[in-house]
């Protein structure tokens, strides 16, 4: 049985940073790609990242260039997402979901789901 578990969101300041991290069990952790997503109030879900099986970064959504970074350590079965720079439009919940290769280098999910971490950034 797959399980997922988000953590380290929180409340923060416009301009401060969090690390989100995400554990993986009951799954061969760096056979699959994977990937953070967020989704806000009344909107659609969103890919955030996607980070291939040996650690490179294969997407970043425009609106996190350069203040995200995705990474992970295949050791651990964990996933992190350092978030600099927030903005208020970055608040939302946070996903991930080991996810499958996709052609145009985004994370295609598996439908293994955890409860996501809330992130909420203070104008």
């Known amino acids: 049985q797959v399980q997922v578990v988000e953590s380290g969101g929180g409340l923060v300041q416009a301009g401060g940073s969090l690390t989100l991290s995400c554990t993986v069990f009951?799954?061969?952790?760096?056979?699959?790609?994977m990937g953070w997503f967020r989704q806000a109030p009344g909107k659609e879900r969103e890919e955030v990242a996607c980070?291939?099986?040996?650690?490179?970064?294969?997407y970043y959504a425009d609106s996190v260039k350069g203040r995200f970074t995705i990474s992970r350590d295949n050791a651990k079965n964990t996933l992190y997402l350092q978030m600099n720079s927030l903005k208020p439009e970055d608040t939302a919940m946070y996903y991930c979901?080991?996810?499958?290769?996709?052609?145009?280098?985004?994370?295609?999910?598996?439908?293994?789901w955890g409860q996501g971490t809330q992130v909420t950034v203070s104008s």
């Open positions: 979901a080991p996810s499958r290769y996709s052609s145009d280098g985004r994370c295609v999910p598996y439908n293994y």
């Open positions: 009951g799954l061969t952790f760096d056979n699959n790609r």
């Open positions: 980070i291939r099986w040996n650690g490179i970064p294969s």
